[in-house]
Each structure stands twice: as C-alpha cells, then as structure tokens.
C-alpha cells in the first residue's frame, strides 16, 4: 500500500530538516555573503556573489540520522579573476580574508578547494572560491595549484528539471535514499553520485505511457528505485559517473568498485522490498514491510492538532482558488503537450540577472522575478492562468498567502516581486477547450 499520510509524516518528522534550522542556515550563509562583499579584504574586491550549491541548493539537506552526524552547504563564492593569482591562491586568500574577522577567526579552516566556516555543534559551511576564466567556469584546488573545469549551475538546473518531470518528487526520494544509507550504514555512496544515479532514471518519456509513474512519493520512490536497480545490475562494473551538466568531467575518483558493488547488492535488496510493501494490500503487512526498510519511525501519523488551512489562526484570509472547485475547469493533463515556465531574476543594480531554477529555485528578497514559457507544445489557441501562493509566517502575518487564479494578460508573462521569506510556488494552467490539459509548477524559496 501507498501509505500517503504514514510517508508525509515520516518525510516531515524524521527526514527533513526542519524550517528553524533551514531559516538558521539562510541567516548564517546571508551574513556570510555579506561580510564577504563588503569587508575591508583582498575578497571584497573581487566579490561578485554567492551561489547556493549542492544540497543546500538541491534541497536535499535531511535532519542527521546518527548521534555523531551533521549537516553542511555548499556556497560557490564567485569571484573576478585577479591574474596575478595562481590556482592555490584563491583558498588561501579567502582564508586570510576570513582572518580579518573577530567573528569568524576562530571558525574557519581549509579544505583543497574550499575554506570551511564551522558553527560548532550545528553546521558548517563550505565556501568554495568560483571563477570564470576564458568563457568556462572553474573552482580552484590549493593543494595540486589547478583550476578544474565545472558547472554547478547547470547541475543545478539539471537536477530541478528532473525533479518537476517527477511532479516534485524526485527531491523527497532523494532524501529518502540518504535517510535509508545514513540510518541502515549498509552501503556508501557520495551524496553526488547518489543525485546523478537517481535522477538520471526519471524519464520524461515513460509519462507517455503511464501519466501516474511518479505521482506520488511512494510511487516514484518505487519506480526509480526499480530503474536503478536494472541500471546497477546491468553494469556489474562501475560505469563512468558523468557529470550531466559538464560531460567530460566525471566522479568516478569519489567512489571505488568495491563500494559501488556493495551499493548495487543493497539496492537490489531495498528496492525488492519496496516494491513489496507497495503491491501488499493487507494495511498491517505493508506498515510492517514499510518498516522494514525505514525503520520503527515510519508509523501511524499523530492526530494533526489542526489542519494546514485553519493554520493560519485568523491572522491572515485563505485566499487560494482551485481550477475545478472554483473556477469550474477540469483537469485533463495530455502527457504529448509538453510545457515548462521559468523563473529569471531579474537584474538590479549591484546584482546579477539568473535562471530561477540555476541557483535551487532561491532567490533573496527584494528582487522581481519575471516568469516565461520556456516550451509550451499545446497548439493554439488557449487560454493561460497563473497562480502564486505565499508561505511562512511573513507572508501570513502580512495577510499575503494569495493563491487566486488569475488569467494572464496576453503576454504569456508574469513578474512578480520577491517580499516574504519562505517557500512558495508559481503555477500555470493551460486551458484549451474548457479543459486544462497543462501545468507547470515552479518552487520560489526566498531567503
């Protein structure tokens, strides 16, 4: 059995990392960015802006399973080339940098590519030194003194694609797969590799024949952990772990052979035992099997002391529309009209303009993104709605959750200003015939 609300609760409760400490780690890394922009230091001269990355762009952060475990990010600090520096430069100076503050000179030290800034008994934050050099995009390494080749915004840009072809999915499998290796320490895999291996088996086509193959979170945990499965056991050997958003740059030198094989028996374990607790109809046997493989903590949900729509407690009006319950259209979604929107934040003075979806879909306050069909295959003609919905206590408490459905003005476009923290969502709705028959939905997470 699916076990819907069993996974909500398990996803919300024991995996993710909780809203507190996400809005904590968004404080720690904005004042970073700002010492590192405006400080009297070699850094602040060449500063250009910091670049979430890896899970703390991806979203894939989870809560530390183990007594000892603890969560880090990844910022890119993007820098002008000085060419007067060598490779190992850069790490060194941003040390130094670092150095010049009471705040943080007790907290840092230095990695080959990065320089870290430890919160004690919280989190750490990798700062990584990014530059463009000749029309590519390097991070540089002190200890061989390389520049090596990278493209973080595209892996990015790669990963956020395949998780809205997964209906938003692919993120809380994800996760789900790092809570399975850092609570069972059956197997080892670099949380990287683990991205590339997941999402490279979410497939837009197999929408084509199945609009449902990842619907929800037990469906698509099923469904790509049986395509990883048949990947693994078709490459006994470890096959080359490409990066998707540089293809000539790869992570083999991060896992071994070993570790991969042991990787592939476990899978092969997990996902047969996943696909069980799916197929078994009897509630009680698949909670059993269910907990098999997540543990005791995937259990019955507590009664919610109150539901997400009265949460608001009277401080702000539930203002959001549904198309078929308010608008009266049906929802008919053709998988052959494919269609996609995107985010591009727009430039201001001081900042650079960016695809939403390059930096995790997180953008600061204060800046205008403007919202475009980036592919749109329903042929014409068609009518376009939009809608926004606000989250988190600032958008409540300035009575601002939204959520109307608005048509669009004949413009195919939407700006709309980043003001309230927290993780909202723009939709749109492509109605031909009185029916919707696409949709798109992007995350907006504003810090």
Not at 293 to 302: A, R, S, T, W
């Amino acid at each position: 059995m699916k076990l819907l609300s069993y996974f909500a609760s398990f996803l919300d409760n024991e995996v993710n990392l909780n809203q507190t400490r996400i809005d904590q780690l968004d404080d720690r890394v904005n004042a970073i960015t700002k010492f590192l922009q405006e400080g009297d230091h070699e850094i602040g001269q060449l500063f250009i802006q910091t670049i979430p990355q890896g899970s703390y762009a991806h979203r894939t952060i989870i809560k530390p399973v183990g007594p000892n475990d603890e969560f880090d990010a990844d910022v890119l600090l993007e820098l002008n080339e000085d060419t007067t520096w060598s490779a190992a430069d850069y790490v060194q100076k941003l040390y130094s940098s670092f150095q010049t503050s009471s705040t943080y000179r007790g907290m840092v030290w230095r990695r080959s590519r990065c320089v870290v800034v430890d919160y004690a008994n919280e989190f750490h934050v990798d700062v990584v030194p990014y530059l463009e050099r000749h029309g590519e995009h390097y991070i540089t390494n002190r200890s061989t003194g390389e520049f090596e080749l990278t493209n973080p915004e595209g892996f990015n840009a790669w990963l956020e694609e395949k998780n809205r072809t997964a209906k938003g999915n692919l993120i809380k499998v994800i996760r789900l797969a790092k809570y399975l290796r850092d609570y069972k320490n059956t197997f080892s895999v670099p949380s990287v590799i683990l991205n590339i291996l997941l999402g490279d088996r979410v497939n837009e086509a197999l929408l084509l024949g199945d609009a449902q193959h990842y619907q929800d979170v037990p469906t698509a945990l099923k469904n790509v952990l049986a395509a990883l499965n048949s990947y693994l056991q078709a490459n006994p050997t470890m096959p080359t772990l490409s990066d998707p958003s540089c293809p000539s740059e790869n992570f083999n030198h991060r896992w071994d052979q070993d570790r991969y094989s042991n990787f592939r028996s476990w899978i092969k374990y997990y996902s047969t035992k996943i696909a069980s607790a799916y197929a078994e109809t009897d509630k009680a046997t698949s909670l059993a099997q269910w907990q098999e493989v997540f543990g005791d903590e995937f259990k019955v949900p507590e009664p919610e002391a109150t539901k997400s729509a009265s949460s608001f407690s009277g401080r702000a009006r539930n203002t959001e529309q549904f198309l078929e319950q308010d608008l009266g259209i049906p929802i008919r979604i053709e998988p052959r009209y494919r269609f996609r929107i995107e985010g591009r934040v727009l430039r201001k003075a001081g900042f650079r303009h960016y695809p939403l979806r390059t930096r995790g879909n997180k953008v600061g306050k204060h800046r205008t993104i403007r919202f475009t069909f980036q592919r749109c295959e329903v042929p014409g003609p068609y009518q376009v709605f939009w809608k926004v919905r606000n989250f988190g206590d600032e958008a409540v408490r300035a009575d601002c959750i939204r959520g109307q459905i608005v048509a669009d003005e004949g413009l195919e476009r939407k700006d709309e200003p980043t003001r309230y923290r927290g993780n909202h969502y723009v939709e749109c709705y492509i109605v031909k015939n009185g029916v919707c028959v696409a949709m798109d939905r992007q995350p907006v997470i504003i810090t």
